[in-house]
């Protein structure tokens, strides 16, 4: 069963439209639990279906990466809260590329918005079965070090154990921390917080 607000997604969808419900949103559809943002990956018009769909939704816009052409469409809740829907378009060629590129394989499964199938390269649907956190490859925590600080935080809200090569590749990429920007690492220390 879909949350409303993807189906009134669904419907301001071009019928033409090769489009993905990406990352924490399917995971979180697994496990039965309502996903507070969806990401959305397609292989072209990331910011222009973002805005399409923020028009439609009389919600507001805003092009979060020119370069990789990413779209965000900001909903404020009837609370104040907000859920932010992004558009992007692959990591690469297609869509499994874009899956592999991902941090956690738990995070790599896709589902098409057309037909409701899922894509699931790296086998997270069984991962998420197993309650098991593994890194999509062995370069996943050193390709964004902010990665590490992510596993620790899924792992303890979703009660998931981390695989052991993943702690371990998670021990090798510690020192690669300084790489990533203060507001990067500030966001997921609060996340951890929350």
Not at 53 to 62: C, K, P
Not at 139 to 153: K, Y
Request: one cysteine or more; hydrophobic letters at 45%; a negative charge.
């Amino acid at each position: 069963l879909l949350p409303p607000l993807l189906e009134r997604i669904k419907n301001f969808l071009p019928l033409e439209q090769e489009i993905y419900l990406v990352g924490g949103a399917v995971r979180d559809l697994l496990l039965s639990r309502l996903s507070p943002d969806l990401d959305f990956a397609l292989p072209s018009n990331g910011i222009s279906l973002a805005r399409k769909i923020a028009n439609s939704l009389d919600a507001d816009f805003l092009a979060l990466d020119d370069e990789r052409d990413t779209g965000r469409v900001v909903i404020t809740n009837e609370d104040g809260s907000h859920t932010f829907i992004d558009f992007a378009t692959y990591r690469g060629a297609t869509l499994e590329e874009d899956l592999r590129a991902r941090d956690f394989t738990i995070n790599a499964i896709a589902l098409n918005l057309r037909d409701n199938t899922i894509v699931d390269p790296l086998d997270g649907a069984k991962d998420i079965r197993a309650r098991v956190l593994r890194a999509c490859s062995p370069t996943s925590l050193a390709d964004d070090p902010v990665r590490i600080l992510r596993g620790v935080r899924l792992a303890a809200a979703l009660s998931f154990t981390i695989d052991k090569s993943t702690r371990e590749w998670m021990k090798q990429s510690a020192d690669q921390i300084v790489r990533i920007s203060a507001e990067r690492l500030r966001d997921e220390v609060f996340k951890i917080l929350q």
